[in-house]
């Protein structure tokens, strides 16, 4: 690989990055569960990943991987709602009035959303910091496992239980009532405290110095509510 | 009289519901509830989804307590119900001799509390 193709390679990749979280965020909680969203979101990863060292990172990546996670999503849905009479007008409709928000620059973030769906109580304690740094700020099970001092096997068999959990037993988005919020923000507090520490120590520019602002970001959004 | 049927299935039953032999699994509770529903002794009943799907709630000392699974660890868990008519307690338990799981796990037999 030569030194033009690996720095496109690495663009790539910190651009896929930035834009996971929001992602996973929004897809999951206006499209589908999850895992769902995870799927989807992980194929348009990979579509991007082959593509765009070639091709280029194009203008607005967040809005490219949203149209090909959201066409997985979409084909999905209309397999299951096949039954249901002008479903696919429906979703088409819904295709178009989302490809306007993304012109405009105007995608709701859902993170806060996806993090507080992470600190339900329905969900193992342990579980919720693990799962609010892989689904949310796209670590991996390994890096999460080591911050946790656990098998990164353990760690990616019970962040998968936590996920089935909140697909089966039909884990809601809905914010909770502010009484809920000390009880809940704990979790989160775990999650911002492993991320700044693995930014700590990273070069400016770099993954882990990316988290290092993430964790920031997540500690504004916290105190300003 | 109405009783209740609960049934309690092992692990192992839970995992054959999702894994090879999953069809057998199935196939041998539609059985049952298919001879309920012939007898005409069938007034309710569901299957429910795994216990690791369970969340339990208590309310302690005012507190509201959430927790993830179900309210008593345990190597058998609550797999499914039946609400049957039945004259006595002991037609009610030749039914319950007649579940799936009352030879993997077990079958509780209790009278519905007329209200």
Not at chain 1, 139 to 144: L, V, W
Not at chain 2, 21 to 27: D, K, L, P, Q
Not at chain 2, 58 to 83: A, N, V
Request: proline share 5%; hydrophobic share 45%.
């Amino acid at each position: 690989m030569s030194q033009a193709e690996q720095a496109e390679t690495a663009l790539a990749a910190f651009a896929a990055r930035d834009a996971f979280g929001r992602l996973v965020g929004y897809l999951s909680a206006h499209f589908g569960t999850l895992s769902d969203a995870e799927d989807a979101l992980a194929d348009a990863l990979l579509a991007a990943l082959s593509q765009w060292p070639q091709a280029g990172v194009p203008a607005n990546p967040t809005a490219w991987l949203l149209t090909v996670a959201r066409r997985r999503l979409a084909d999905g849905t209309r397999r299951s709602l096949r039954a249901e009479k002008g479903a696919a007008q429906l979703a088409l409709l819904a295709e178009e009035a989302e490809a306007a928000q993304i012109e405009q620059g105007a995608l709701p973030d859902e993170r806060l959303r996806l993090l507080l769906l992470c600190t339900h109580p329905a969900i193992d304690r342990a579980l919720q910091a693990p799962l609010m740094l892989q689904t949310v700020l796209g670590f991996q099970a390994a890096e999460i496992a080591d911050a946790f001092l656990i098998a990164p096997n353990t760690m990616g068999q019970r962040l998968a239980r936590a996920k089935t959990k909140i697909r089966e037993s039909g884990l809601g988005f809905d914010v909770p009532p502010a009484s809920a919020w000390p009880d809940r923000v704990a979790a989160l507090l775990d999650a911002i405290y492993v991320c700044y520490k693995r930014g700590w120590a990273a070069p400016a520019g770099s993954a882990s110095s990316e988290q290092r602002s993430e964790a920031l970001w997540l500690a504004e959004l916290v105190t300003a509510r | 009289m109405h009783y209740m049927l609960t049934m309690i299935e092992p692990e192992s039953d839970f995992t054959r519901r999702s894994e090879t032999g999953a069809e057998a699994y199935w196939a041998g509770w539609q059985a049952y509830t298919a001879a309920l529903v012939e007898a005409g002794v069938l007034v309710s009943g569901n299957a429910l989804k795994g216990p690791e799907t369970a969340t339990t709630l208590r309310i302690l000392e005012g507190k509201t307590s959430i927790q993830d699974g179900p309210f008593s660890e345990g190597r058998e868990q609550l797999g499914g119900y039946y609400i049957i008519e039945a004259a006595s307690v002991d037609e009610a338990l030749r039914w319950a001799a007649r579940a799936p799981c009352a030879e993997t796990g077990a079958v509780e037999v209790r009278p519905v509390l007329e209200m």
